[in-house]
């Protein structure tokens, strides 16, 4: 009786282990999403003007409008996951979030652990610098100086290659605070937060001394092994761009159409 009580038990453990292997290969992100009716976005909302809370506390910016776009598109609502950015990816490989939409610069190396969507933005980092700053001209006068940055993100890295002290932040709004009090020599940015910056403060006692010629594309991050994920993504974003909901974003908030 032991004997047969064993083989009975150990076919239903083998039963349970194949139906749930069976489950797992039958679900993907994508399906989950669209019957959840949500896709969770992790983002900052400290980085204007691309994510960012406005007076009356409510996140906005130009990568909140394009994520709620591209879920419009997929039939569902993003769920923003407010994430400071040196725990973006950490966010993600723990699965918090189904995405980032924080102008993650498609680099090679992040593309050995992560998937991105097709480029939806592009833009130019710049040198930052007190009005009051003439040692610094360019990128190489950044030996020895205090760099503000977030220290995982790709403008730490060209900090780095130039010799200069990071002193970490979390995100553009304090790099800005500790450039004008003067408790770091600079920060590198991007260049379309400079401009919108200004536009709110032109009084503001800063100045772009330096620029690098290559324009670098940011993309939708993923993890890996969610392909028709970043299919569907894709063609959302294909999508915004062919109906000019993507064109009325960018000329919101730039002026100008920012995805070339």
Not at 138 to 154: I, M, P, R, V, Y
Request: one cysteine or more; charged letters at 30%.
């Amino acid at each position: 009786m032991k004997k047969t009580g064993f083989s009975i038990a150990a076919l239903v453990i083998i039963g349970s282990l194949i139906f749930t292997g069976c489950s797992k290969k039958e679900t993907n992100l994508l399906e989950s999403i669209k019957k959840s009716g949500e896709i969770r976005i992790g983002t900052e909302g400290t980085y204007a003007p691309f994510t960012y809370h406005d007076n009356d506390g409510k996140l906005v910016g130009f990568d909140v409008e394009i994520a709620e776009a591209v879920a419009k598109k997929l039939g569902v609502k993003a769920k923003f996951i407010e994430t400071k950015w040196d725990g973006m990816f950490a966010g993600l490989d723990a699965k918090r979030f189904d995405a980032v939409v924080n102008e993650v610069n498609i680099k090679e190396d992040r593309k050995v652990k992560y998937d991105f969507s097709d480029s939806y933005i592009v833009s130019k980092a710049v040198l930052i610098v007190h009005k009051d700053n003439d040692n610094i001209k360019q990128f190489s006068d950044l030996k020895g100086k205090k760099a503000g940055e977030s220290l995982t993100s790709n403008l730490a890295d060209i900090a780095r290659e130039n010799g200069a002290t990071i002193v970490q932040t979390d995100g553009f709004n304090q790099a800005i605070d500790l450039l004008t009090s003067k408790r770091i020599d600079a920060t590198i940015n991007d260049g379309l937060s400079f401009l919108d910056f200004t536009k709110q403060k032109p009084d503001a006692q800063i100045k772009v001394v330096d620029e690098l010629d290559n324009a670098a594309p940011s993309g939708i991050l993923f993890n890996k092994g969610n392909q028709d994920l970043v299919d569907a993504v894709n063609k959302a974003l294909a999508d915004i761009k062919a109906d000019g909901t993507y064109l009325e974003i960018s000329q919101k908030y730039f002026g100008a159409d920012v995805s070339k």
